[in-house]
Nanobody, 123 residues
Framework: VQLQASGGGLVQAGGSLRLSCAAS????????LGWFRRAPGKEREFLAT????????FYADSVKGRFTISRDNAKNTVYLQMNNLKPEDTAVYYC?????????????????WGQGTLVTVSS
C-alpha cells in the first residue's frame, strides 16, 4: 500500500491542524494504522494508532486529549486532528500501516510509511 500524508503547515500555539493520509494500492481496511512524528534531533515518536475497523484507538500520553485519530475506509484515508498545538509539537509527521488487526506503538512493527508532512508550531 502507498501512503501520502498531507495537511502540515505553520500554526500558532493553541491552534489546530488536521493531517490526512491517503492510501492507494491494496485493501485499506486490511491495515491497522498509526501516526508518528520526528522532531529535529530526536527519535521517531509514536502518537496514535487505530484498528482496521476504527473501533479502537490508542494514544501516547503526550498527545492524549489533544489529538484524535480517525479513519474513513470508504475514502482510504486516515486523519489526525491536532488541537491546542504547542511549540514542542513541531516535527515531521508520518502515517504508517501494518498488516494486522492489532494496533502497535513500535515503529518497527509497521510495514508501510508515508513520506511525512512538516508541522511547525510558533510560540
Amino acid at each position: 500500500v502507498q501512503l501520502q500524508a498531507s495537511g502540515g503547515g505553520l500554526v500558532q500555539a493553541g491552534g489546530s491542524l488536521r493531517l490526512s493520509c491517503a492510501a492507494s494500492g491494496r485493501t485499506f481496511d486490511n491495515y491497522a494504522l498509526g501516526w508518528f512524528r520526528r522532531a529535529p534531533g530526536k527519535e521517531r515518536e509514536f502518537l496514535a494508532t487505530i484498528t482496521r475497523s476504527g473501533g479502537i484507538t490508542f494514544y501516547a500520553d503526550s498527545v492524549k486529549g489533544r489529538f484524535t485519530i480517525s479513519r474513513d475506509n470508504a475514502k482510504n484515508t486516515v486523519y489526525l486532528q491536532m488541537n491546542n498545538l504547542k511549540p514542542e509539537d513541531t516535527a515531521v509527521y508520518y502515517c504508517a500501516a501494518r498488516s494486522s488487526w492489532y494496533t502497535e506503538t513500535r515503529p518497527g512493527e509497521y510495514d508501510y510509511w508515508g513520506q511525512g508532512t512538516l508541522v511547525t508550531v510558533s510560540s
